[in-house]
């Protein structure tokens, strides 16, 4: 048997709707990195690409190479708070290559693009505890039912005694166990707030940001449930960099 790559299936819809839900995660903390790097737009150029996957655009070089530039930019920033917020943006657009990679990692990359946005809000609360849980109460009541039944099918979260450890188990158990009724609350838009103000999340956001404008040509014909799921070169190396 291979690394486990085929051993759990996940539909191209559900990875379109994981990818549209991480957005929404990764893009709540976007701020944060604009703040301490004003100018550097790789984290929102990853966000974009993966809403444009999201939307229906193909799996193509954009993806990979906004996400690795994202990552880059986590590297660089130099600030912890905007370093997650990067990350955050790098796992999103990871999301769209989750059934190229090991089963065994497969839940740690759901959860990442929430994980990193809670851990990046909660850094710039000075590392109040309630915010980074009121983030993960957000993603969980937020992440579309799709979410819910990939990670089910998934081995669970690795226990970890460090804080974003603590973070990552409260997501997963929080997904995995989430009664269907928190769908109803997600549509009444409950749970929109960590409980936190900070300068650069006071700013409102551009349109733009909340829902990019796909600008990669369609391919309908890449489109079906059953297409074939490319395995870039790197991708291992860059899926083991953000777990």
């Known amino acids: 048997m291979n690394s486990g790559t085929a051993e759990i299936a996940s539909s ?4 379109r709707t994981l990818g549209g839900w991480a957005a929404d995660c990764a893009e709540r903390a976007l701020p944060l990195f604009e703040a301490a790097a004003p100018g550097d737009t790789r984290p929102r150029e990853a966000i974009a690409a993966i809403r444009a996957f999201a939307a229906g655009d193909r799996w193509s070089w954009r993806l990979r190479t906004a996400a690795w530039a994202a990552l880059k930019a986590s590297h660089e920033v130099g600030d912890p708070a905007a370093e997650a917020a990067a990350r955050a943006a790098a796992s999103a657009a990871g999301t769209a290559y989750l059934r190229a990679l090991a089963a065994a990692h497969r839940a740690d990359h759901v959860v990442g693009p929430a994980l990193h946005a809670a851990q990046a809000l909660e850094l710039a609360a000075f590392g109040d505890r309630g915010v980074g849980e009121g983030a993960v109460s957000w993603a969980i009541v937020q992440a579309p039912s799709a ?17 974003l450890g603590e973070l990552r188990l409260r997501l997963d158990t929080g997904l ?9 609350a997600r549509a009444a838009g409950a749970g929109n707030s960590t409980g936190f103000a900070h300068p650069a999340l006071d700013t409102p956001e551009p349109a733009s940001l909340a829902r990019p404008q796909p600008t990669i040509p369609r391919a309908a014909s890449l489109a079906r449930p059953d297409a074939a799921l490319p395995d870039p070169p790197g991708l291992a190396r860059f899926a083991a960099r953000l777990i």
């Open 176 to 184: 995995r166990d989430r009664p269907e009724s928190a769908a109803a």
């Open 12 to 15: 191209e819809a559900e990875l």
């Open 147 to 163: 979410v819910c039944d990939i990670l089910r099918r998934l081995p669970a979260a690795r226990l970890s005694r460090t804080r």
